[in-house]
């Protein structure tokens, strides 16, 4: 059905007169409540259709992830989190835990230190409850959603040599298996296998 412009533009002159109260108490629009804007990113839908995941990104400050059951009745929210992955049976959803921005900012490494790693946020769909993990480079859910594979950094990086002359090497890293049934963890250590350090 097509509808006449000339009824519709004249519907939008006579609402403002029908409502005068309405239109007058709108809040004019101004720079703080555009920067509140937040952009949707990475929205994703579990294969049973019940579960809902995006990233919700403000112009400046930290990213979160939430979770919305299809039939509106659970919500949940991921601080800090982004790029959010659901499991196939919709049980589980991992996201990357980002740095936050603030940290980002202000952190300067010294020489032969890395920046600040991201780590992974593991979110339990039916209680709600949230685990984090620390320097997590990569993850993913196996096809049958009863293991969750993740790639950590070690931390402890060993150092040879006295001043100047110091060289800071890695200390590897961790591929770790979860069980998604009782959230037990096998960690097998990745020594570095490439030799070259880095000067102070």
Same mark, same amino acid.
């Given at each position: /059905?097509?509808?006449?412009?000339?009824?519709?533009?004249?519907? $939008?002159?006579?609402?403002? *007169?029908?409502?005068?109260?309405?239109?007058?108490?709108?809040?004019? *629009?101004? +720079?703080?409540?555009? /920067?509140?804007?937040?952009?949707?990113?990475?929205?994703?839908?579990?294969?049973?259709?019940?579960?809902?995941?995006?990233?919700?990104?403000?112009?400046?400050?930290?990213?979160? +992830?939430? +979770?919305?059951?299809?039939?509106?009745?659970?919500?949940?929210? #991921?601080?800090?989190?982004?790029?959010?992955?659901?499991?196939?049976?919709?049980?589980? +959803?991992?996201?990357?835990?980002?740095?936050?921005?603030? #940290?980002?900012?202000?952190?300067?490494?010294?020489?032969?230190?890395?920046?600040?790693?991201?780590?992974?946020?593991? *979110?339990?769909?039916?209680?709600?409850?949230?685990?984090?993990?620390?320097?997590?480079?990569?993850?993913?859910?196996?096809?049958?959603?009863?293991?969750?594979?993740?790639?950590?950094?070690?931390?402890?990086?060993?150092?040879?040599?006295?001043?100047?002359?110091?060289?800071?090497?890695?200390?590897?890293?961790?591929?770790? $298996?979860?069980? /998604?049934?009782?959230?037990?963890?096998?960690?097998?250590?990745?020594?570095?296998?490439?030799?070259?350090?880095?000067?102070?």
């Amino acid at each position: /059905m097509k509808i006449n412009p000339r009824i519709l533009l004249s519907v $939008l002159l006579i609402l403002p *007169l029908v409502c005068p109260s309405q239109a007058q108490n709108k809040k004019a *629009l101004t +720079v703080t409540d555009i /920067m509140k804007f937040r952009q949707l990113e990475s929205p994703s839908i579990s294969n049973d259709g019940q579960w809902v995941v995006l990233t919700a990104r403000p112009d400046r400050g930290d990213p979160e +992830v939430q +979770v919305h059951s299809a039939d509106g009745k659970k919500k949940y929210f #991921i601080p800090g989190g982004e790029k959010p992955v659901l499991s196939n049976d919709g049980k589980w +959803v991992a996201a990357v835990h980002a740095v936050a921005a603030e #940290i980002q900012v202000n952190t300067k490494p010294a020489n032969g230190e890395k920046k600040p790693e991201g780590g992974l946020i593991l *979110l339990n769909t039916l209680t709600g409850e949230q685990s984090v993990f620390e320097n997590v480079q990569s993850f993913r859910f196996s096809n049958d959603s009863k293991w969750l594979l993740y790639h950590s950094v070690r931390a402890d990086a060993e150092e040879e040599g006295t001043g100047k002359n110091t060289v800071r090497k890695s200390a590897g890293s961790t591929l770790n $298996l979860v069980s /998604m049934e009782d959230t037990s963890r096998i960690a097998f250590p990745v020594p570095c296998l490439c030799g070259v350090g880095q000067q102070r």
